[in-house]
């Protein structure tokens, strides 16, 4: 970027990793709305949590209120929601946190992009739930509300996903339960030597 330097620091990522005793990651939780993504992720910082180690989960909604709450829900407005909390999560990664990211993130595009970023600390969670099943699930009334015409650009009803080519992890929610789901991203993160 013109006129814009990189400012090089002392401290560095690995520094503060050694001084966490712990190994930065970013765990990309991408599905449908009411697939179980908030959910899963929750209980999945818990047990992070108990472990002694230090994770932080950046969940849709939330960042909603603040950071992006000038954003709307076109697909221009959903990148750039998904472009920010790329950028957060390379920022509390670099600051040596287990990020774990709750967001439709509906776009492949957007998503690669954060893996290029990260490279090998991108975990991408496929969090697979039939449009059918979380209709039924409705957590939010979201999907109610979508077919009354209250929600447009509504994700699975009347806005595209794209589901993940090569995710790290899928979790099919309409078979697993939440602990089964939580455990199996946990032991994922433990198998690639980031929970030691
Ligand atoms: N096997 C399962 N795994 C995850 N959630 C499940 C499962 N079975 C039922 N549920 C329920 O489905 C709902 C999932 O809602 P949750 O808010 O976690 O979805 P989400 O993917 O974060 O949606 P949104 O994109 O709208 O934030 C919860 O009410 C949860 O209890
Ligand atoms: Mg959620």
Redesign the pocket.
Known sequence: MKNIIWQKHRVGRRDRERLLKQKAAVVW?T????????????LLGEKIHEKGFLSYVL???NIRHGLSSDLGFSDADRMENIRRVGEVSVILSDAGVIVLA???SPHQKSREAIRKMLADRFIEVY?K?SVSE?KK?D??G?YQKARTGGIKEF?GVSAPYETPLKPEIV?D??????E??AEKVFQFLKDKGLLE
């Open positions: 939780f599905g449908l709305s009411g697939s179980g993504k908030s959910t899963i992720a929750s969940d849709g909604d709750a967001f439709i969090v739930c979380c699930r957590p939010k979201h994700t979790l929610t309409e078979n697993d339960g939440v089964e789901s």
